[in-house]
């Protein structure tokens, strides 16, 4: 959530923030509104209490007629304290309700739009050419059954349409992305981290995924649990309530985990193989830092997803995405999309979002520099997941016989393996 002091001093930077997402501007207002009504009601309550207190040191020491007046006063004064309490507590409840149906600022850099009003800001690697060196590309799916790696078919009959088996080489390619994915980032200085893929409401409201996104979010209504989209979820959730002394700043978090998304409105949206799922693993990088330092850990965080791509030997592009798609926790996000040759189009395969105090707020997750307390912020980036990347090194690395090139990267943990081979039907 954004801090209340901005809103009363530059409540106009809000209402430009909501018209840049394509949201609410009239909850500005309405805030604004709740928030005088708890502070003067809070003001009231403790003119009332003070009152009653002073007048609960009178009553001792008066007798007969004074005594009763004072009694009448006092009873007539604790109903209006009840009545002050109750009036605070219900604009403080409607002054957070509205405070949770704002996202976060957006940064004055970001492009305003949709989905399609993104900013490329650079493009790295040359797409092939497969015309020249004369054939056609086959799409991931039909090279995955080609090698024995991915199985549609089997993942539909046991599970539903958008799940999916990696057998063979397709589970050794998995674990050689996520090995490869954790040992550049312990190497960057990340603590890598296994989370659990369940977790409490607050958690995943603290993070934002309960506003525009609940939809796209499994509940287990029984257990009051949520399943995660992102370890970003446990991960900001991992020191919710905590005071970290800034000496500890930046705390930097791998973590690895199952994800799971509904996928509700993709309906017909790349129903093709695997790169839209209900279920993958991703490794995703978490960065605590002091918020003054949040611009400059953003930019590390891109840094090392263009990294990992360069590593894979993919062509990709760098985008700034535009205001209308941040979701409501990122200030700024950057995309990096691969080229997907069947497709004829890059596609998003890691994502960086710069979340600055809003989160943190949420999740109470406070720093101590020096004898101040105060909220600090969260990034969060993935490095890699698993599904599209295996599309985008399938489509991007393979031969005219259906085989595919293993980049170097990633050789020594698929055992020295220089190609996938097709293997026999």
Request: aromatic share 6%; proline share 4%.
């Amino acid at each position: 959530m954004i801090d209340l002091r901005l809103l009363r001093e530059d409540p106009d930077r809000v209402r430009a923030s909501q018209r840049a997402r394509g949201e609410d501007v009239d909850v500005v207002d309405s805030l604004l509104a709740a928030d005088e009504r708890r502070r003067s009601s809070s003001a009231r309550f403790d003119a009332l209490r003070s009152e009653q207190k002073q007048l609960g040191k009178l009553i001792p020491k008066a007798t007969g007629e004074e005594k009763a007046e004072l009694l009448k006063k006092a009873a007539e004064l604790s109903a209006a304290v009840k009545a002050a309490d109750a009036e605070q507590d219900e604009a403080a409840g409607l002054t957070q309700e509205l405070l949770g149906r704002l996202g976060n600022l957006v940064h004055p850099d970001v492009p305003v739009g949709g989905e399609d009003d993104f900013t490329v800001l650079e493009t790295i690697g040359t797409a092939r050419d497969f015309a020249a060196e004369g054939f056609e590309p086959k799409d991931h799916l039909e090279l995955g059954q080609l090698l024995g790696a991915i199985d549609v078919e089997r993942g539909a009959k046991v599970s539903g349409s958008r799940f999916y088996y990696l057998t063979g080489v397709g589970a050794l390619l998995e674990l050689a992305l996520v090995n490869a994915a954790i040992a550049q980032a312990t190497a960057a200085g990340f603590t890598p981290v296994l989370t659990p893929a369940l977790v409490k409401p607050r958690a995943m409201e603290g993070t934002g995924f309960l506003g525009q996104a609940a939809q796209d979010v499994y509940h287990l209504e029984k257990d009051e649990l949520y399943l995660v989209g992102t370890s970003e979820v446990a991960l900001a959730g991992y020191h919710m309530d905590e005071i970290l002394d800034a000496s500890r700043l930046p705390l930097r978090y791998a973590g690895f985990s199952p994800c799971f998304r509904r996928e509700a409105g993709s309906y017909g949206k790349d129903t093709r193989g695997i790169f839209r799922v209900h279920q993958f693993d991703k490794v995703e990088m978490f960065s605590f830092v002091a918020p003054e330092e949040a611009e400059a850990e953003h930019a590390r965080l891109l840094e090392w997803e263009k990294q990992w791509l360069t590593s894979l030997e993919l062509p990709f592009q760098v985008i700034d995405v535009a205001s209308g798609d941040l979701g409501s926790s990122a200030s700024r996000k950057y995309d990096c999309e691969a080229w997907i040759p069947t497709q004829g189009k890059y596609r998003e395969l890691t994502s960086t979002s710069n979340c600055d105090e809003f989160q943190a707020r949420r999740l109470s997750v406070r720093m101590r520099d020096g004898k101040q307390v105060r909220p600090l912020a969260t990034l969060n980036g993935t490095l890699c997941a698993v599904p599209r990347t295996i599309v985008a090194l399938l489509e991007n690395h393979q031969q005219a016989d259906g085989s595919v090139r293993v980049p170097e990267a990633l050789r020594p943990y698929l055992g020295g393996r220089e190609l996938l081979e097709p293997v026999a039907s």
